[in-house]
């Protein structure tokens, strides 16, 4: 910001209407939120719904505000309504905007500068929601105390150490298991995706040592192992949310490196049953009750294939026949069995009122004979 506006008491508002010409409405929540010089203990209402609400404790360096992908270090305070302690954080490290904190946090420390202490209230959509998490209960509202340390750029994969590479993938993953349990699956498939990006490069990092020119096969081996963990538990998110074809690749890639995978297997077969390809998921279960003869759960899956597969070739069957005219629907056939018994009471009307006929005129030629 210009430093004589900012010395003659403008604001960042100011500087931003009158310096870049640009109209904004410095009373609008957001708007609000997204400046950096709003007064030291001012409540901002980020949403403006009252959802995620921030005020400033103590400033920090102006124009230090961490962008989504750098490293913060936090000290986080979570407290209660009833002023009750249930989060307590010294030098927490998280990558911003990649789901490691409640997502409240994640948005609202992304308004924060370097130096920065801020009371930060998160609603419980926001939060932990209807889950809660011990000892926070469902539906709470809570209240942090958050100072942002530092604020570092995200370091090149790169440039990073096959440990450290796993390391921050690891902890991705976990982070991805634990939004998979309370069903966020959205923010758990945003965190395997990440801790691939850590396990794909394989080019030689700056860190190793001298001796070392390239990334060894041990060490290719171990990111590989790590690579199917991902995989199959970003396949098993992407079958929640019904994305069939997005979890069979990242089943294959799985499958590609070792064929025999139980976990891939079952979720290949899974993924082609939602997707009605009984015959190929009959196939995959075939093959994994030969492995593993003792899983019932196979036995199981085989016979509900089956079943469905009978009953889909009745289904052809049928539709040939009709196809080709060989079965009339059901309507043309209760009208033709309705025309078939008129037919027939019709023909016996017929017939009784000829023999009646005959027997009235037999009668009629007795009489006459023996009466002339």
């Known amino acids: 910001?210009?430093?004589?506006?900012?010395?003659?008491?403008?604001?960042?508002?100011?500087?931003?209407?009158?310096?870049?010409?640009?109209?904004?409405?410095?009373?609008?929540?957001?708007?609000?939120?997204?400046?950096n010089d709003h007064p030291v203990d001012e409540w901002i209402d980020i949403f403006g719904?009252?959802?995620?609400k921030k005020r400033v404790i103590r400033k920090g360096e102006n124009g230090t505000r961490p962008?989504?992908?750098?490293?913060?270090?936090?000290?986080?305070?979570?407290?209660?309504?009833?002023?009750?302690?249930?989060?307590?954080?010294?030098?927490?490290?998280?990558?911003?905007?990649?789901?490691?904190?409640?997502?409240?946090?994640?948005?609202?420390?992304?308004l924060m500068d370097v130096g920065e202490v801020a009371e930060i209230v998160v609603d419980p959509r926001f939060a932990y929601g209807k889950h809660g998490k011990r000892p926070i209960p469902p539906d709470a509202t809570i209240i942090?105390?958050?100072?942002?340390?530092?604020?570092?750029?995200?370091p090149e994969i790169e440039m990073?150490?096959?440990?450290?590479?796993?390391?921050?993938?690891?902890?991705?993953?976990?982070?991805?298991?634990?939004?998979f349990t309370r069903m966020e699956l959205p923010f758990a498939i945003q965190c395997y995706r990440k801790a691939l990006e850590y396990l794909s490069s394989t080019k030689s990092s700056t860190n190793q040592s001298e001796e070392e020119e390239s990334v060894s096969d041990a060490e290719l081996q171990i990111l590989l192992e790590d690579r199917i963990k991902v995989?199959?538990?970003l396949a098993a998110a992407l079958i929640k949310t019904e994305a069939y074809d997005a979890a069979l690749e990242n089943v294959e890639h799985v499958l590609r490196c070792q064929p025999q995978n139980v976990k891939a297997l079952f979720r290949k077969g899974t993924i082609l049953r939602l997707k009605g390809e009984y015959a190929k998921a009959y196939a995959i279960f075939t093959e994994m009750q030969k492995l593993n003869p003792d899983m019932k759960i196979f036995t199981t899956e085989l016979i509900t294939l089956k079943d469905k597969i009978t009953k889909n070739a009745e289904k052809e069957k049928q539709l040939y026949r009709k196809m080709?005219?060989?079965?009339?629907?059901?309507?043309?056939?209760?009208?033709?069995?309705?025309?078939?018994?008129?037919?027939?009471?019709?023909?016996?009307?017929?017939?009784?009122?000829?023999?009646?006929?005959?027997?009235?005129?037999?009668?009629?030629?007795?009489?006459?004979?023996?009466?002339?």
């Open 67 to 110: 962008n989504r992908g750098d490293i913060c270090t936090l000290n986080i305070t979570g407290k209660l309504e009833d002023s009750k302690v249930v989060e307590e954080y010294e030098n927490l490290v998280i990558q911003l905007g990649d789901m490691e904190v409640i997502q409240g946090l994640d948005l609202a420390i992304a």
């Open 324 to 372: 080709l005219g060989v079965v009339q629907d059901k309507n043309s056939s209760k009208d033709g069995k309705a025309d078939d018994k008129s037919k027939r009471e019709f023909a016996k009307g017929v017939l009784w009122t000829l023999i009646g006929a005959a027997s009235v005129a037999a009668i009629s030629i007795f009489i006459h004979r023996f009466t002339s």
């Open 231 to 233: 995989h199959n538990n």
């Open 160 to 179: 990073l150490s096959i440990n450290q590479r796993r390391e921050i993938s690891n902890k991705k993953r976990e982070r991805g298991n634990w939004w």
């Open 1 to 35: 910001m210009d430093e004589n506006m900012m010395s003659q008491g403008g604001t960042q508002a100011d500087f931003i209407r009158e310096e870049l010409n640009f109209n904004i409405d410095s009373e609008d929540p957001v708007t609000k939120a997204s400046l």
């Open 144 to 154: 942090y105390t958050v100072e942002l340390k530092t604020s570092e750029l995200e």
């Open 49 to 52: 719904n009252g959802q995620l």
